[in-house]
């Protein structure tokens, strides 16, 4: 779709990019990482009335944030919130949905599981220090 798509140098690129997902077992890893990740935030609902839901696949995560669970009106500001705080614990996130109230987690293939237990701790940390 532009003058410079499919070159050879492109081509190699994304060959040397398929081997080394391939060679490193990123797939697998996304897969195991991602459901300990989205098992170890479920039961974190317990302790924060805003969140309302755990969703995903691999290791694109959404957690929904709500003013109350009874009416799910969307909390975008409490959002945000999360999303500021978990960026000063040197997470990126970021906001999505149709009313930008979940909060995004969407990180690189190479996110191990030391990373999700470091974002586990933060998460935790940032729901120490919410007020609700």
């Known amino acids: 779709f532009n003058t410079f798509a499919s070159t ?9 990019v398929l081997d080394v ?20 935030l479920m039961p974190l609902m317990d302790r924060c009335e805003p969140m309302a839901d755990v969703r995903g696949d691999g290791l694109f995560v959404s957690l929904e944030w709500v003013k109350d669970r009874q ?4 909390d975008v500001s409490g959002a945000r919130k999360v999303v500021d705080m978990l ?9 999505a949905g149709a009313y930008s109230n979940n909060v995004k987690l969407r990180p690189p293939l ?4 030391q990373d999700a237990e470091a974002f586990i ?9 919410l007020d609700h």
């Open 8 to 16: 050879p140098a492109q081509a190699a690129a994304g060959n040397a």
């Open 21 to 40: 997902i391939e060679s490193e077992q990123l797939l697998a890893s996304v897969t195991q990482v991602g459901n300990w990740l989205r098992a170890a």
């Open 71 to 74: 009416s799910r009106e969307p």
């Open 87 to 95: 960026k000063a614990r040197g997470f990126l996130t970021s906001n």
């Open 110 to 113: 190479v996110f191990a599981q």
């Open 121 to 129: 701790d933060a998460f935790q940390d940032v729901l120490d220090h």
